[in-house]
């Protein structure tokens, strides 16, 4: 049994995303005998009694407005979680923000700074997979395949050369948050600037027509390959967390050497990115049976939909048991890490 203190919340258009898989985090948490509380990084602490109404899976569905996020930053306290009781005297910390705040590597340098213990990967991993364009880099050196890019601003030639339709999105965030699939070059600007309300990096991508697909990576393993047909052209912000607007088809009906190769270049990504305990790496495969990397998720979501949980499920791990396995992976490495620093 350990004290966990499960971090959540934070102000960035997928707080309610996080605020949601917190929620259930907890009650598993608590399902396998540890003793558990929740700190949103806004608000502080949250009572038992509040967690019913401020962690309600159905939040994740709608993201906060552009006003609510305004007041929700001039609230945040991230730079103050290690005033609180609940962050310092946790045996570990439970990580569950999204967003740049969350996953960009901010909150994993200020735990490490105060030598605390917390689950997924560190500060560097955080960063390099949050960066779409580093990430990206990273992948093509490592051997692994992922659409043509360029950031911007950009000529109208580099432009071009992606072709049409054309991803447009900000360089460093998630849940497809500011993201436009662009049709036309007459939306560019607009769609450039829908990117900058969330980032001040704007990333264009070549469009993958094709079939979506999602990897789980635990430990340094891949788990199962799962296939995502939403219901609009890509997997929205909607189709992620509202229930019945995509399928989640888990284990992935494809042949073994598609499997096998997905699961290969996630791992391959996983390692790449420098990235430790849990991702979640995604891809297409366009229609001539080839697979191209879009992205790493250092922070997956927890919620009811979420791809992780589904993907360690359909392997045989029910969420109980991965919100668990997460906890001692992140134990027995600090442990470890002490243990030689004190030789």
Not at 90 to 111: K, M, N, T, W, Y
Not at 166 to 193: F, M, N, Q
Request: charge should be negative.
């Amino acid at each position: 049994m350990s004290n966990v203190t499960v971090l959540t919340g934070g102000s960035s258009f997928e707080r309610n995303v996080a605020l949601a898989g917190s929620g259930l985090v907890a009650a598993a948490l608590r399902s396998r005998g540890h003793r558990v509380v929740v700190v949103d990084t806004v608000r502080g602490p949250v009572s038992r009694e509040n967690e019913e109404r401020w962690l309600d899976p159905a939040l994740g569905v709608v993201p906060p407005t552009a006003e609510e996020l305004d007041e929700l930053r001039r609230r945040d306290q991230s730079y103050g979680l290690l005033a609180l009781d609940e962050v310092r005297n946790a045996d570990l910390l439970f990580l569950v923000p999204h967003g740049r705040q969350g996953e960009g590597g901010r909150i994993q340098s200020l735990l490490e700074l105060a030598d605390l213990r917390y689950t997924g990967s560190d500060s560097v991993g955080s960063l390099l997979a949050m960066d779409k364009d580093v990430a990206k880099r990273l992948m093509r050196h490592a051997g692994v395949p992922t659409p043509d890019w360029c950031m911007w601003p950009a000529s109208r030639a580099e432009v071009e050369a992606l072709g049409l339709p054309l991803i447009v999105k900000p360089s460093r965030e998630g849940s497809t948050v500011g993201l436009t699939v662009l049709r036309d070059l007459a939306g560019l600007d607009a769609a450039v600037d829908l990117a900058l309300l969330s980032d001040d990096e704007v990333l264009l991508e070549r469009f993958v027509d094709g079939r979506e697909y999602t990897v789980g990576v635990l430990g340094d393993e891949p788990l199962t390959v799962g296939e995502i047909v939403p219901r609009h052209e890509i997997f929205d912000y909607e189709c992620k967390y509202t229930p019945g607007m995509s399928e989640e088809i888990f284990p992935a009906r494809i042949d073994a050497p598609l499997t096998e190769t997905l699961r290969s270049l996630a791992a391959r990504t996983h390692r790449a990115l420098k990235l430790r305990d849990f991702s979640r790496v995604d891809f297409r495969v366009d229609r001539e049976g080839r697979a191209w990397c879009l992205e790493a998720n250092t922070l997956p979501g927890m919620t009811a939909t979420s791809l992780l949980p589904q993907s360690a499920g359909a392997a045989g791990i029910p969420f109980d048991e991965l919100c668990d396995r997460m906890c001692r992976m992140a134990v027995a490495r600090a442990s470890g890490a002490r243990a030689k620093s004190a030789v």
